[in-house]
């Protein structure tokens, strides 16, 4: 199995399900069977997928239905090796700290701004 997965960083739920032929219902089975797709809430609501959550999601597609190996070996062979495109960090399913940083120092300039303002 050999999907070219198009230069992008994330994936809505749609384009996941289409790269990967499966079902939604599969993903949702996986993301709670394995911890490493970990898809972000989208402010619409929707899931979205970064490239190494569908990296992970193409892997154990590869072990579980090509390989036909059993859930307990896909969540070891997870937990020993990132896949081998993946240069990303993992990450874990709270919003990045730069994301925070900058929101903070927005609400800073805001304040400044409202007492400029006011005088």
């Given at each position: 199995?050999?999907?070219?997965?198009?230069?992008?960083e994330q994936f809505s739920r749609r384009d996941v399900e289409r790269l990967l032929?499966?079902?939604?219902?599969?993903?949702?089975?996986?993301?709670?069977?394995?911890?490493?797709?970990?898809?972000?809430?989208?402010?619409?609501?929707?899931k979205v997928y970064s490239r190494r959550d569908v990296e992970v999601l193409l892997?154990?597609?590869?072990?579980?239905?090509?390989?036909?190996?059993?859930?307990?070996?896909?969540?070891?062979?997870?937990?020993?090796?990132?896949?081998?495109?993946?240069?990303?960090?993992?990450?874990?399913?709270?919003?990045?700290?730069?994301?925070?940083?900058?929101?903070?120092?927005?609400?800073?300039?805001?304040?400044?701004?409202?007492?400029?303002?006011?005088?």
């Amino acid at each position: 199995m050999t999907v070219r997965l198009p230069q992008r960083e994330q994936f809505s739920r749609r384009d996941v399900e289409r790269l990967l032929r499966l079902d939604g219902r599969v993903l949702d089975y996986w993301e709670k069977e394995f911890a490493n797709p970990a898809p972000l809430i989208g402010k619409s609501g929707e899931k979205v997928y970064s490239r190494r959550d569908v990296e992970v999601l193409l892997q154990i597609k590869q072990w579980l239905v090509e390989e036909r190996l059993g859930k307990e070996e896909v969540r070891r062979r997870l937990e020993l090796s990132p896949p081998v495109d993946s240069a990303e960090p993992p990450r874990s399913r709270s919003r990045p700290q730069p994301l925070n940083e900058v929101r903070a120092r927005l609400r800073e300039i805001l304040t400044i701004l409202d007492k400029d303002d006011t005088n």
